[in-house]
């Protein structure tokens, strides 16, 4: 446990891969020793002023939950998510950012467990918090897809959704980061169903956000889309050349209906 606090200073190097191998020696020591003393350090270090040590400490903690089980460190993340602290509560969304990316397909045991947590996180009021939390969101998506854990992403992507519109460069490309990986796991006929809403609203501003999402659904998946596109009814039985005729006539007419309407 001395060396894990003489590490600590190392994570403060200057040089990437000084950093590299102090993270990875706290994946061999939470080998051989458990990984409950080496959290603890780990989490409490996460309360530091230096941004570089607080983001070496969660990618510590991600490899320490790839190599003892992410069922040892989940639990006191999210135990260490309940301070009011702004950077400790930043920071367990980081680590949990990096477990998920790092364990993959194991998501699927963890995903309900995070709800709670992601609820919380996705409806803050601060927009690093609804950036990371889309972030974890994007690598579970991924990591679950087609392991049945559909009804729990729609939950999650009903609280994504929302922050479409926020106008940081960040927390926008993160949201559709996440919305993209929500296309795996849900499908894009989900997807589809969102997007259809908006795409000719009256606001310039939010047809642009919808058509933005309808575009990358399109470049994925747009061979899957065909069978969700919705009916028409009258407009596909033949009917839209009698449209189009009829709207032709109202645009020839209109010149001399707007010269009749300035005579009188």
Known sequence: MRICFELLDLL????????RAAVNSFGYIAKSLGPQDVLQVLLTNLRVQERQSRVCSTVAIAIVAEICGPFTCIPAILNEYRTAELNVRTGCLKALTFVFEYVGPQSAYYVDSVVTMLEDALTDR?????????????????????????????????????NCFETSPHVIGAVMEAVEAMRVT?????????????????ARKVREVYWRVYNSLYLGASDSLVPFYPDLGELSEGRMSTIVTHYRCLSDCSPLLFSCASES
């Open 186 to 202: 849900l499908g894009p006929g989900v997807l589809l169903s969102y997007t259809l809403q908006g795409l000719f609203h009256p």
């Open 126 to 162: 601060d927009l690093v918090h609804r950036q990371t939390a889309s972030v974890i969101v994007k690598h579970l998506a991924l990591g679950v897809a087609g392991l049945g854990c559909e009804d729990t992403m729609l939950h999650l992507m009903n609280l994504v959704w929302p």
């Open 12 to 19: 403060k190097a200057h040089k990437k891969g000084i950093r």
